[in-house]
């Protein structure tokens, strides 16, 4: 048998499970790791500036692509800065593995040099963890955390690893395992046949039924399944923020988004609905508003895989624990049998046609557009910037976002037809999320077209990744909405603080994004006017192989509409613009 | 409502931690904890207390399960079941006290296992209910120090807690 260091155990097993790139930064604890990433050189390693970025990476190249991300740094201030990353990671429930080094066995509770208790820190936004304690376990533990990252509800798994088990001297027999079974964690793998089949028979009977689809369903790869069943019943169908892309956005049948930002139609039609099918989404507060109010009529069917997320926040009539995938599939047979059999009337042809001229209704009433107007200025709508990037990258475009109204009005305006391509950091909303990202997603794609939208506040949280973006050469487009504000802040201080913009200002101090960009070897557009940027947008989608940031001018004092009433609405409690509200 | 859990989790280094952070994390609240190897030394078993309504309890019970070295959990007070207590306390027994004390051990059938010159310990094992109305019973005694094992339960008849 093959004998290996703790060091060269690693890279061969991240070789053996078939990672194309690791994220990562070396330090003192890490270094032998490094040295065998050198000298094996099986596994490409891109060299970040910023651990967090690390982690944001591996968590684009994860979203994107299906496969974990794979992050290493060392202990102490290289796994700290790593936390938010996996935090990140955790509350979206992506798939990623995160290698720590640690200071040697010996010194463990010492308070030694860049000693930090990682499996601690990071325990309460894990998915697992492991502590090395034997080099030999090296091969097994990375293949369970690997098994246990992809499986189930995904999440972040962290290993950490003693710098004594990694070094090179010490070898050991290698072998890395095929397979893991842990008798503590069995994912279910299918649902209940009598919960799917009592699903289908309250589904057919819906009279003003509406599909409210999460995240879950792109993570379960069930975003086929469910435009099938919403086509074939002709059922509506709204989308979190997480789930967007995962039911064509361009489609008739979709209302847009829901939620605290969700689209008028959406929100109205969910607090009307007598019958919800939730897939692969948690009912997150950003969705129902009030719970005590949340769509008092409705019967509920629930799917997930995670059986802790259904009847957490709102009691459930028909709970289904199991892949989204599997479930989905055993429910359009069910379907489909019914629609065969005795109920080929179902659903109630005339009940249905009124539910949609209602919701149409709604749509022509308050749709996105509504009641839209340019100021006096020459400004840009930050509408019209993700609207002129929609229609430049043709619909077709990776796009991810910082947190703020830019990307409240990126998951609006941008109509994802395909899951995978909407990648946001929605459950923790994590600033600084969009550049690293958008870096990881691209290497992870090269052909692909890769848009950050992000704001001049949140780019500066890791701004440093331009340097990364220009040794790998990720030629990523930036499209920066600037409104000189932290604008999401300045609007919540608008509507709930008398205009106070206390600390959502940066006086005069902005960088010339454009000169800043251009010192890291990059190309950078400043559009000023409205009437500049189509041209502007088109000539950084032009400049296939160098990454452009484009600056762009917005309106600052425009809000995100509509906007949930808090505290205390319901569902169909929205502001639709500054001055009405429903 | 109070409830017993009962929680067979794998014997690794950091997976008590993960339960108690599990509790402080989500804001439930834990009222005693006991934890101990079992006859499988692969796995310790926790009893753990804990009060809620039936939705509270669903989701300690469903998020126990989740933590990936948790093999088991039951609710023993879903169903037929007993429990121990396990109390200690330390007494200031002199004069008229010391046979008094001796007294109220007796009838709750308590066990003194230290005699000092002016202390005893007690011993006493039963129901929770039971040692509460122990130490409100032993009334004008000084109690120095109680220490207790937190509740130990399994449940009646055939039943069992096994991977
Ligand atoms: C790391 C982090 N810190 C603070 C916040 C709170 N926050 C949410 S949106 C926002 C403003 C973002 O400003 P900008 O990036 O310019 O976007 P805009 O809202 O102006 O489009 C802030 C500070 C956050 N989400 N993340
Ligand atoms: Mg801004």
Redesign the interface.
């Known amino acids: 048998m093959e004998q290996l260091s703790g060091g060269e155990m690693i890279v061969r097993a991240l070789e053996d499970e078939g990672v194309e790139y690791v994220f990562g930064y070396p330090g003192g604890a890490a270094l032998h790791i490094y040295d065998a990433i050198f000298k094996l050189d099986a596994v490409p390693h891109i060299l970040v500036r910023h651990e967090q970025a690390a982690t944001h990476a591996a968590d684009g190249y994860a979203r994107a692509t299906g496969k974990p991300g794979v992050v290493l740094v060392t202990s102490g201030p290289g796994a700290t800065n790593a936390i938010t990353g996996i935090a990140t990671a955790y509350m979206d429930s992506i798939p990623m593995v995160v290698l720590a080094g640690q200071v040697q066995t010996h010194l463990i509770g010492e308070d030694a040099f860049q000693e930090t208790d990682m499996v601690g820190v990071s325990r309460p936004i894990v998915k697992h963890s492991f502590m090395v304690k034997r080099t030999e376990d090296i091969p097994s533990i990375i293949k369970k955390a690997f098994y246990i990252a992809t499986t189930g509800r995904p999440g972040p798994v962290v290993i950490d690893i003693p710098k004594d088990l990694t070094h090179p001297e010490h070898k050991f027999d290698y072998h890395y395992p095929e397979s893991v079974t842990l008798r503590s964690y069995q994912p279910s793998s299918r649902g209940h046949t009598g919960q799917i089949r009592k699903a289908a028979r309250l589904l057919l009977s819906a009279k003003r039924p509406i599909i409210y689809a999460g995240g879950g369903v792109i993570q379960g790869e069930g975003c086929e399944l469910l435009t099938t069943l919403a086509q074939k019943l002709n059922y509506p169908v709204t989308n979190t923020l997480m789930g967007l892309g995962a039911y064509p956005g361009s489609d008739r049948q979709f209302l847009g988004m829901l939620g605290m930002h969700g689209f008028y139609e959406a929100n109205m039609a969910m607090h009307h609905s007598d019958v919800i099918l939730a897939v692969g989404a948690r009912f997150d507060d950003r969705v129902t508003n009030t719970v005590g109010k949340f769509c008092p009529g409705a019967k509920i069917i629930h799917i997930d895989v995670d059986p802790a997320s259904i009847a957490k926040i709102v009691p459930v009539d028909i709970p289904i624990v199991g892949p989204v995938q599997t479930v989905l599939t055993e429910l359009l047979a069910q379907i489909d049998a019914h629609l065969q059999g005795s109920d080929r009337e179902m659903p109630e042809p005339a009940a249905l046609a009124q539910w949609w001229q209602q919701i149409e209704s709604w749509r022509e009433a308050h749709g996105l557009w509504h009641g839209r107007r340019y100021g006096e200025s020459e400004l840009a709508m930050p509408q019209d910037v993700i609207k002129c990037l929609y229609e430049v990258t043709e619909g077709d475009a990776y796009v991810t976002s910082d947190v703020g109204q830019h990307q409240m009005f990126a998951a609006q305006y941008y109509k994802f037809d395909k899951p995978r391509r909407w990648i946001n950091s929605g459950g923790l909303g994590t600033m600084g999320f969009g550049l690293p990202a958008a870096m990881g997603i691209k290497l992870a794609l090269p052909d692909a077209e890769v848009a950050c939208v992000t704001g001049e506040g949140s780019i500066q949280m890791n701004i440093q990744e331009l340097s990364t973006c220009a040794q790998y050469g990720t030629p990523i487009k930036i499209v920066s909405l600037r409104n000189n504000y932290l604008g999401m802040v300045k609007q919540w201080q608008d509507m709930q603080y008398e205009g106070r913009y206390s600390e959502s200002h940066y006086a005069a101090s902005l960088p010339d994004f454009v000169k800043l960009a251009e010192s890291f070897g990059h190309v950078g557009i400043k559009v000023e006017k409205r009437d500049d940027l189509e041209a502007a947008m088109r000539e950084a989608f032009a400049l296939k192989d160098r990454l452009v940031f484009l600056d762009v001018f917005v309106e600052p004092h425009e809000h995100v509409y509509p906007m949930h009433v808090a505290p205390s609405g319901a569902m169909k409690d929205m502001w639709l613009s500054k001055t009405e509200r429903t | 409502m109070r409830r017993i859990l009962s929680v067979l989790l ?1 014997n690794e ?2 997976a008590l ?2 339960v108690v ?1 599990l509790f402080s ?1 989500r804001g439930y609240n834990i009222e005693s904890l006991n934890v101990a190897p079992t006859d499988d030394h692969s796995l310790s078993r926790l009893t753990l207390t804990t009060s809620g309504d039936d ?1 509270k309890i ?2 300690i019970n ?2 126990l ?2 933590l ?4 088991k959990v039951v609710d023993l007070t879903e169903g037929a079941h007993v429990e121990r207590d396990l109390l200690l306390v330390k007494v200031r027994a002199v004069g008229q006290q010391r046979d008094e004390v001796k007294r109220t051990t007796d009838i709750f059938r308590g066990q003194i296992i230290d005699v000092g010159p002016a202390t005893y310990v007690i011993q006493l094992t039963g129901p929770t209910e039971k040692l509460d109305s122990f130490v409100a019973a032993l009334g004008d005694a000084e109690i120095m120090e109680v220490v207790r094992s937190g509740v130990a339960g399994m449940a009646r008849g055939e039943k069992v807690l096994a ?1």
């Open positions: 794998e280094p950091g931690s993960r952070g994390q939705l669903e989701q469903k998020q399960n989740k990936i070295d948790v093999v991977p």
